[in-house]
């Protein structure tokens, strides 16, 4: 396994701003990818994490939206830019460990993020 | 298109045993895997199966059926910690690794 931490745990923000949320692991990953999920609801993935190049985003999320960056294969962040009540939501960085278990991704503790 | 269904919500009493089914539809297939959340939490892996048959892992064993495309998840001597959420998930075809996941099926313990 690893451990996967992301800063901040939880934060509220008012309408118009925005958060970046940083994902770090204390392993090798191959992949990392981030996730969005309403409470009592299933995940939905936003982009996969690239290194080096830009990532690669899911139908119904934008670049300008969530801009992502992965500088290094340990490390990244997720912006959710002009924010706005419908962003609030609860915001998840995970990986897929180099040499892990297949279709095996483990998840940091997540980000609360209420907009007002 | 790639889905998986699973029952939105499961009742059991501590002690007992339950199992949380999963169906999926997919034109081609690697794996099953499942993950448990707990309220406020984040999802955590249990298990995965690519061949058919049962994965016992302590109270927990994972079976798969690939011929009826259908596996289930099977908590033996439930505790109230085992209230979760619990989620099936296949591997998006064509894909880096993503995985497409079911809705979740929600496991309330009745002591």
């Known amino acids: 396994s690893a451990v996967i931490s992301q800063k901040p745990s939880r934060d509220i923000c008012q309408r118009g701003t925005s958060l970046t949320i940083q994902c770090q692991v204390d392993?090798?990953?191959?992949?990392m990818f981030w996730y969005r999920q309403q409470p009592g609801q299933s995940l939905t993935l936003i982009a996969t994490?690239?290194?080096?190049?830009?990532?690669?985003?899911e139908s119904g999320f934008v670049i300008d939206k969530f801009p992502i960056s992965r500088p290094n294969l340990t490390f990244s962040t997720l912006t959710v830019s002009n924010m706005s009540p419908e962003d609030s939501s609860i915001y998840l960085c995970?990986?897929?460990?180099?040499?892990?278990?297949?279709?095996?991704?483990?998840f940091g503790p997540g980000t609360r993020l209420t907009v007002l | 298109g790639q889905s998986l269904e699973q029952p939105s919500e499961v009742t059991a009493v501590e002690g007992a045993i339950v199992q949380i089914n999963c169906t999926y539809q997919?034109?081609?297939?690697?794996?099953l895997s499942w993950y448990q959340q707990h309220d406020g939490g984040a999802p955590t892996f249990l298990s995965y199966?690519?061949l058919d048959g049962l994965e016992e892992t302590g109270r927990f064993s994972s079976f798969l059926s690939r011929s009826d495309s259908y596996g289930y998840l099977l908590l033996q001597e439930l505790q109230m910690k085992d209230s979760a959420s619990y989620f099936c998930?296949?591997?998006?075809?064509?894909?880096?690794?993503?995985?497409?996941w079911g809705a979740g099926t929600k496991l309330i313990i009745k002591p």
């Open positions: 997919t034109s081609g297939f690697y794996g």
């Open positions: 998930a296949v591997r998006r075809l064509d894909s880096n690794y993503q995985l497409i």
């Open positions: 994490a690239n290194q080096g190049s830009e990532a690669t985003y």
């Open positions: 392993s090798q990953v191959t992949m």
């Open positions: 199966n690519a």
């Open positions: 995970s990986v897929q460990l180099a040499g892990g278990p297949t279709d095996t991704q483990y």
